[in-house]
């Protein structure tokens, strides 16, 4: 039962725009959600969170927005480079315990 | 800081073979985290521990699949028959601890063929 969704498997944007990435998630009880980057051949690596006391945290080109009530979060990257070019992963998970992951979105930023 | 190693990098058996993979993770790092990603999946946790306890073992397949963490610092996962499903990347994850809003480390995983 998959119960973080990422219903995009693919994203294309021209580099210098923004790039949003969406996630829908099942589990009311998830309290903190995180966006991890992967790289093929490589593990993912940590992005960015948030927690669910907030709706929307901020780190240089990344911003994730969470909205609770429609248990959605959103990566936004301003604006996407091509060096973004990768699979990004939501995971959402109750604090303490294992990350829930979505399937992934494949992201392509061209020059 | 050194990241969370993990090896092999890359393993090919036949079913009903056994295999082994070992993880270090970041040194001082509690919490350890085994995950299995089937191609075109996000990862699936198959086991956590704290320290040398097991905190979350409840989707490791037990007839085949065993872990272990001695000392709470490296850990093994073990496959034994393998089948064609278990093909997969097998990472390895680490974190401080299990107190609130802890980012999990990811090693570059092991990739699994059963022929």
């Known amino acids: 039962d998959q119960q973080v969704k990422q219903n995009s498997p693919s994203l294309s944007v021209q580099e210098g725009r923004i790039s949003i990435l969406n996630c829908d998630y099942t589990?009311?009880?998830?309290?903190?959600f995180l966006w991890y980057k992967k790289y093929p051949a490589e593990g993912p690596t940590f992005l960015i969170s948030?927690?669910?006391?907030?709706d929307k945290n901020e780190d240089g080109r990344f911003t994730v927005f969470l909205n609770k009530s429609a248990k959605h979060l959103s990566l936004h990257i301003v604006p996407s480079q091509p060096g973004d070019s990768a699979v990004y992963f939501c995971?959402?998970?109750?604090?303490?315990?294992?990350?829930?992951f979505g399937k992934g979105t494949s992201l392509l930023v061209t020059p | 800081e050194a990241g969370v190693a993990q090896s092999p990098r890359y393993k090919i058996i036949e079913k009903r073979q056994s295999v082994a993979f070992w993880c270090n993770p970041i040194?001082?790092?509690?919490?350890l985290y085994w995950y299995q990603q089937i191609l075109g999946q996000g990862p699936k946790l198959l086991i956590q521990?704290?320290?040398?306890?097991?905190?979350?073992d409840s989707q490791l397949p037990k007839d085949r699949f065993s872990a272990e963490r001695l000392k709470g610092v490296d850990s093994t996962l073990k496959i034994q028959p393998a089948k064609l499903e278990d093909s997969a990347v097998y990472l390895c994850?680490?974190?401080?601890?299990?107190?609130?809003?802890?980012?999990?480390?990811f090693g570059p995983g092991t990739r699994l063929t059963v022929l």
């Open positions: 994850a680490s974190s401080p601890d299990r107190s609130r809003y802890n980012e999990q480390f």
């Open positions: 948030i927690s669910s006391i907030k």
């Open positions: 995971a959402a998970e109750i604090s303490g315990y294992a990350l829930n």
């Open positions: 521990f704290q320290n040398n306890g097991v905190v979350d």
């Open positions: 589990n009311s009880m998830f309290d903190y």
């Open positions: 040194s001082g790092h509690a919490t």
